[in-house]
């Protein structure tokens, strides 16, 4: 009967601690909605060509003086860190990384344009080198609109953060109160606050009123134990991500593939996205290497294998299917082994 009781609920921390116990939590900015600071409350489209500055890390933690009942917060500074190109993505990730090497940092949050969150999570859930949580944050809404998501998104945030069970999950995407996996979660509508789902595989848990609430973790490698270094990384090799069409011929994909594969970044990886009844791609045996090539079948957002023969042909020259892989229309998380 007690086994029974411990397996039913889930893991649950309380909303508030005591002033001398609050843990650190460190907040880092980048451009997006949330900071944004429109003095027409009812500016939710084009909050980006009004003219008014963005708010700081550290006017936005002023603006919430709540977040001081849940956590001790510090700022990294006022700038907007940069994080639309692969060298970027990967400064971000190393200052992540030293940052968490503080013992006394318990958590990162940082805020982010809502666009590419998932791709910004994925890639930090990756690549950063420590157990303590990393919360990708966002809003839908600028933070001086009405009823602007903003404020609560980014307390929860902090709050998840600073919460002890966040601590193993990897990288964390908190908003409209849901917790979802870096890995899992994909940005589904461009106006609305549920936004931000998990599909079938669905979301972690919810920073509830009262407590943090955990109802499951990620079982495939992230953080620590993925076998991404940066540190060991000069520059990032180029990702080519090739898409079938209808009337499209094999000379097309081919001719595409040579020319990815000769430019001066070497392509590490190449997806070919297959739409359905349109001409076979080229068989990998005839494409030219440097570089593994990783087919996909169209599916936004599902598993990805391939048949026995065609999983042989592919295995010969080092590649194999992408794995659980999130799209959106027009764009594709970048790929990683189907461990990761």
Request: proline share 9%; glycine share 4%; charged share 20%.
């Amino acid at each position: 009967m007690i086994l029974a009781m411990m397996v039913a609920f889930p893991a649950v921390s309380s909303a508030q601690q005591d002033q001398a116990t609050l843990r650190r939590v460190h907040v880092m900015t980048g451009a997006g909605t949330l900071p944004r600071n429109p003095a027409n409350r009812l500016e939710y489209l084009r909050y980006a060509t009004t003219g008014e500055p963005r708010l700081t890390g550290a006017q936005l933690i002023e603006r919430i003086p709540e977040v001081q009942k849940f956590a001790r917060v510090s700022v990294e500074s006022d700038e907007f860190i940069p994080y639309d190109q692969p060298q970027e993505l990967k400064a971000l990730s190393l200052r992540m990384s030293a940052r968490l090497a503080d013992p006394d940092i318990a958590g990162i949050v940082f805020t982010h344009g809502t666009n590419t969150i998932e791709e910004t999570a994925y890639f930090v859930n990756l690549t950063v080198r420590s157990d303590k949580p990393v919360v990708i944050v966002g809003a839908q809404r600028p933070f001086s609109t009405l009823s602007s998501d903003g404020p609560l998104n980014l307390l929860n945030a902090i709050r998840v953060a600073a919460d002890p069970l966040s601590r193993g999950k990897g990288t964390l995407v908190v908003l409209n109160d849901e917790i979802n996996a870096a890995r899992d979660v994909t940005k589904t509508n461009t106006y609305r606050l549920e936004t931000f789902q998990s599909r079938e595989l669905g979301i972690l848990g919810y920073a509830d009123p009262d407590k943090i609430v955990f109802y499951r973790a990620p079982t495939r490698k992230h953080t620590t134990q993925s076998q991404f270094d940066l540190t060991q990384t000069g520059e990032l090799p180029k990702v080519s991500i090739l898409y079938s069409y209808a009337a499209q011929s094999q000379f097309d994909l081919t001719q595409t593939y040579r020319k990815s594969a000769s430019s001066t970044a070497t392509p590490a990886m190449t997806a070919i996205w297959r739409r359905p009844r349109s001409p076979p791609a080229p068989r990998v045996s005839s494409l030219p290497a440097p570089a593994p090539v990783t087919p996909r079948t169209r599916g936004r957002f599902s598993r990805s294998s391939l048949m026995p023969p065609a999983l042989s042909s592919c295995a010969a020259r080092g590649s194999a299917p992408a794995g659980w892989f999130a799209t959106t229309t027009g764009r594709s998380r970048a790929l990683s082994p189907p461990t990761t």
